[in-house]
């Protein structure tokens, strides 16, 4: 899971500061690939089961979609609150706080099932969504020492360790139920304990292993102070080193095009695939299709975003950003163009349009990430990310409500074509704006 990167430090930096950046680098990929892990499996059986226990709790299939509505919002909520931490204190505070607010909504959670308030359920599953947030900002932590024409492949280590987190979180949330159930424990308690731990755990991988921090070192290192300190160099203060807010993140990406491009493509690409991914399974369902069936469908998908992502890396450190970015839209439209050209009963077809899209939301957000942070000066980095991150989860919320409403007054078939224009017309744009 560790990668052999080469030194970030300035010019002329001692050949023993060298020898300790790429050190530190390398422990910091373990360690965040180690918590991307823990804290993935309590996204994905949280994800997974959360909008069941809502219809159970409020008897309302309706209301059982406010459940992914509810971890999105959480998600953007947490998403600067967690960049401004990570600039003011380094990315250990900043992963302290969203992984810190996932395990407040756990417990949430637990009391609502007891409870029997899916209100409350909800409520917790806004904090749970600070997970996702912790896991999103994981990957620019990963780039904050990489040297240059490397941070791609850094960034989509951390990205693939999501994978584990992905595949066991959902195959726990069963024997986890029966055994809370032996215990007392309410029914639909199994995946939030599961959670619990899982965040638990990741909170102290952060808070303990995530030494030194990365971003505070890389700043020391731009400044060529000290190596052996833990702490930024002298310099401005906090507020306006990366704890910055909305005006400092829109000055900096009006002034920074390339930055502008990659967080577009990093919306785009998620809106299409959120979009698309959120309604396949009702497309499937009214051509009777089995759990099992729609299930295997949206494992090819996930694996389409993740497993590849250590080669998405490194065609986007040897290509170029850009061209990445492009072929990504590509995928995307090719997608949309399945998907949506299929029947209820064409699974095949359904499937391989999913793999594509997962596989094209992978290389928008790998290169366009990487991008992202490599435009940005380090000193006003955090917000710029933070602002990324919080649009990416808006637009991705938006995209299932008009995807619902598209779907449901129109066809899925309507939705592809909306969606392939979309990436079309951004892919024509990336290509035409790269000089």
């Known amino acids: 899971m560790t990668a052999n990167p080469t030194n970030t430090t300035p010019p002329g930096a001692s050949p023993g500061r060298k020898t300790r950046v790429t050190a ?15 804290g993935g499996i309590g996204v994905a059986v949280g994800l997974t089961f959360s909008s069941v226990t809502v219809r159970e709790l409020s008897g309302s299939t309706a209301l059982s979609g406010l459940a992914g509505t509810a971890t999105v919002l959480g998600a953007a909520l947490l998403a600067l609150p967690t960049a401004k931490s990570s600039g003011r204190s380094g990315r250990r505070a900043g992963l302290t706080l969203a992984y810190g607010c996932a395990l407040l909504g756990c417990l949430v959670s637990l009391l609502a099932v007891a409870l029997g308030s899916w209100p409350l359920l909800l409520a917790g599953l806004v904090l749970f969504g600070a997970a996702s947030a912790g896991n999103l900002a994981s990957r620019y932590a990963a780039t904050d020492l990489s040297p240059p024409g490397h941070s791609a492949r850094h960034l989509s280590l951390v990205v693939w360790a999501t ?13 986890a139920e029966r055994f809370s159930t032996g215990l007392g424990m309410p029914s639909g308690s199994g995946p939030f304990a599961v959670a619990l731990v899982s965040f638990a755990i990741a909170l102290g991988i952060i808070v303990v292993a995530l030494r030194p921090d990365p971003l505070l070192l890389a700043r020391s290192a731009s400044s060529d102070t000290s190596p052996d300190s833990d702490v930024p160099a002298p310099g401005p203060a906090p507020s306006e080193k990366g704890a910055g807010t909305f005006r400092t ?11 502008a491009r990659a967080l577009v493509a990093i919306a785009v690409s998620h809106t299409a695939m959120v979009s698309i991914m959120s309604m396949t399974p009702v497309h499937l369902d009214h051509g009777g299709s ?6 295997i469908v949206i494992s090819l998908h996930i694996a389409g975003m993740y497993v590849l992502s250590p080669v998405v890396g490194w065609l986007a450190d040897r290509v170029g ?6 072929a990504g839209m590509g995928l995307l439209l090719a997608a949309a163009v399945l998907a949506g050209g299929a029947g209820t009963h064409d699974v095949t077809q359904v499937a391989v349009g999913l793999l594509l899209l997962g596989l094209g939301w992978s290389f928008g957000l790998i290169s366009g990430s990487a991008m992202l942070s490599e435009a940005v000066p380090l000193e006003h980095r955090t917000p710029v990310q933070g602002l990324s ?6 637009c991705g919320a938006a995209g299932t409500v008009i995807a619902g409403l598209i779907v449901g007054g129109l066809s899925y078939g309507v939705l592809g074509a909306a ?14 704006t790269r000089a």
Do not use: C, F, H, K
């Open 24 to 38: 530190v680098q390398r422990r910091t990929l373990t360690v965040l690939s180690a918590a991307q892990i823990s």
């Open 163 to 175: 994978t584990v987190g992905s595949v066991a979180g959902p195959n726990l949330a069963e024997p």
């Open 249 to 259: 993140a829109w000055r900096v990406l009006r002034g920074t095009p390339v930055a």
């Open 290 to 295: 089995t759990y099992t069936v729609i299930g």
């Open 321 to 326: 950003r850009t061209t990445v970015l492009v």
């Open 389 to 394: 991150d919080l649009l990416m989860n808006v």
């Open 419 to 432: 969606v392939a224009v979309m990436v079309t017309v951004t892919g024509a744009w990336l290509a035409l």
